[in-house]
């Protein structure tokens, strides 16, 4: 893959299925710039879930924002995840309740959740009202499973936090205290992606 362009230039993103089965399926894509260079690539594996009930109209879609960035309306996929988010001495930290909603087939927690959750983690720690950035890309290490019963906690830790770039370190760990997941998240300057 080459250099991400940084001149507003238009990207397009293409994907397509390479198996697809019952449970889950296997995907690749590609990010061309316009002469049509590879600017990225990825493969995914992916696991089906079913659609929480929370998306069935079930109660607790109401929470409140834990700070201000940190909104969670009744669509919001915090409200989704049932997080909730807060600062302690300038870290973000985000708790994610349990939930059956989340299994995969071994009744662990899907790492698909422990993704997004750590990506709102990193997100909300990047965020900053005078230079709002956008998640470019997030690199996870799952260090081992966690019961789907656990509340998984979210601890960030901001690498750099530039004009234009912010890195985000979170580590996610379970009820026993151990790690379950690391994620690195990369966010760019919104105005430099449009």
Not at 56 to 75: H, N, T, V, Y
Not at 172 to 182: E, F
Request: proline share 7%; hydrophobic share 40%.
């Amino acid at each position: 893959a080459g250099p991400l362009p940084s001149d507003g230039s238009v990207l397009t993103g293409q994907g397509w299925p390479v198996s697809l089965e019952p449970g889950g399926a296997l995907g690749q894509g590609t990010v061309t710039d316009t002469s049509g260079a590879v600017v990225a690539a990825a493969t995914t594996r992916a696991r089906y879930l079913p659609a929480p009930r929370s998306l069935s109209g079930s109660p607790g879609l109401e929470a409140a924002p834990a700070f201000p960035g940190a909104a969670a309306g009744p669509d919001s996929t915090m409200a989704l995840l049932g997080a909730v988010a807060r600062r302690e001495n300038g870290t973000v930290i985000v708790t994610v309740p349990g939930s059956d909603d989340f299994a995969n087939p071994m009744r662990n927690t899907h790492g698909g959740v422990l993704l997004c959750a750590a990506e709102i983690a990193g997100s909300l720690a990047l965020h900053a009202d005078a230079g709002p950035l956008q998640t470019s890309s997030i690199r996870v290490v799952y260090v081992r499973s966690v019961p789907v019963t656990d509340t998984i906690t979210y601890t960030t830790e901001v690498l750099h936090r530039g004009r234009t770039l912010g890195t985000a370190q979170v580590t996610a760990r379970g009820a026993s205290g151990k790690t379950c997941a690391i994620a690195t998240i990369t966010a760019h300057d919104q105005a430099l992606a449009s």
